[in-house]
């Protein structure tokens, strides 16, 4: 890293789908897995399935971005971790750019289709 620089950004640097989900469910306190589903799905209106769970959390655990918690009745909650915290700010952060940027074409877009002259009509034939 060169003084006085951000570090250079990579892909892996933001994260998406379902492990960005876990982290904002989590960012809200500690959760088991059927715990995380139905917040989720709360949220996000999205429905994942346990292997795409359970795979996500396998995932953000091996790079210390949750930590699980002792079981509790069989349930094993997890909770995000500092560098998990720091991950998502990135993320949402990055995000937020995207949806900006994404808004503003979009109404670009709408605003040149309604400027655009339809074709003159010829002949009656549409």
Do not use: N, W
């Amino acid at each position: 890293m060169v003084a006085g620089r951000e570090k250079e950004r990579t892909a892996q640097d933001t994260l998406t789908g379902p492990p960005l989900l876990v982290l904002t469910s989590l960012a809200g306190g500690p959760k088991h897995g059927h715990a995380l589903m139905k917040d989720i799905e709360a949220f996000a209106y999205l429905r994942l399935g346990p292997g795409t769970l359970y795979g996500a959390l396998a995932r953000l655990e091996e790079r210390g971005l949750i930590a699980a918690l002792p079981a509790d009745d069989c349930r094993r909650p997890y909770e995000i971790t500092a560098q998990g915290e720091a991950a998502l700010e990135t993320s949402v952060t990055d995000l937020g750019r995207v949806v900006t940027i994404g808004r503003s074409r979009l109404r670009s877009l709408r605003g040149e289709r309604e400027t655009v002259p339809r074709p003159a009509l010829q002949g009656g034939m549409p």
